[in-house]
T-cell receptor, first 114, second 115 residues
Framework: DAGITQSPRHKVTETGTPVTLRCHQT?????MYWYRQDPGHGLRLIHYSYGVKDTDKGEVSDGYSVSRSKTEDFLLTLESATSSQTSVYFCATRVGLAAAYEQYFGPGTRLTVT | QQQVKQSPQSLIVQKGGISIINCAYENTAFDYFPWYQQFPGKGPALLIAIRPDVSEKKEGRFTISFNKSAKQFSLHIMDSQPGDSATYFC??????????????FGQGTILTVHP
């Protein structure tokens, strides 16, 4: 998993509560990404970061925010969880070298919103 | 414009057979096409990738065929094995500009190889 850990690995929360998922990497990769995986939709990009404090929205960013205060950590926050945010969340990293496009994925966090 | 459409959604193959998964894209600016393999409970991992300057790339039993004019690419798994049973995702990326390596993924194909 290229030195990527995600925490927690499983979480059940109630509608309306805030939730923060953490991604930690040990490889000093420049780029970090948050995806959600849902049946029939593949992997969809939520937010990404191209450096410390540099972040931008992906295709499904509504209801999510991110922060990256250190190279190694990328946090995803669900501001007020809804049942539609029940999903498996993956963090990924990329080295940042030109023409090195491989993304390395973490083990995922399964989130259930009741 | 950013979509990548993948088919079939699921595929059952006998051991030793050929598995074929297809993807089509619309954005002609895409210029990097990887395939990722995902086992249950794990994150996806890069399997093989191709750039549009070649029509085919082979790594062991895995081959990508690329048809630029049709905007289609496919993954062929020769001599499929039960250990190949996994979910496969195609993806595409526009390497130029400020894409920051953002991948657009297909919907995924669940491959089951029976012994």
């Amino acid at each position: 998993d290229a030195g990527i850990t995600q925490s927690p690995r499983h979480k059940v929360t109630e509608t309306g509560t805030p939730v923060t998922l953490r991604c930690h990497q040990t490889e000093n990769h420049r780029y970090m990404y948050w995806y959600r995986q849902d049946p029939g939709h593949g992997l969809r990009l939520i937010h990404y970061s191209y450096g410390v404090k540099d972040t931008d929205k992906g295709e499904v960013s509504d209801g999510y925010s991110v922060s990256r205060s250190k190279t190694e950590d990328f946090l995803l926050t669900l501001e007020s969880a809804t049942s539609s945010q029940t999903s498996v969340y993956f963090c990924a990293t990329r080295v940042g070298l030109a023409a090195a496009y491989e993304q390395y994925f973490g083990p995922g966090t399964r989130l259930t919103v009741t | 414009q950013q979509q990548v459409k993948q088919s079939p959604q699921s595929l059952i193959v006998q051991k030793g057979g050929i598995s074929i998964i297809n993807c089509a894209y619309e954005n002609t600016a895409f210029d990097y096409f990887p395939w990722y393999q995902q086992f249950p409970g794990k994150g996806p991992a890069l399997l093989i990738a191709i750039r549009p300057d070649v029509s085919e790339k082979k790594e062991g039993r895995f081959t990508i065929s690329f048809n630029k004019s049709a905007k289609q690419f496919s993954l062929h798994i020769m001599d499929s094995q039960p250990g190949d049973s996994a979910t496969y995702f195609c993806a595409a990326l526009n390497a130029g500009g400020t894409s920051y390596g953002k991948l657009t993924f297909g919907q995924g194909t669940i491959l089951t190889v029976h012994p």
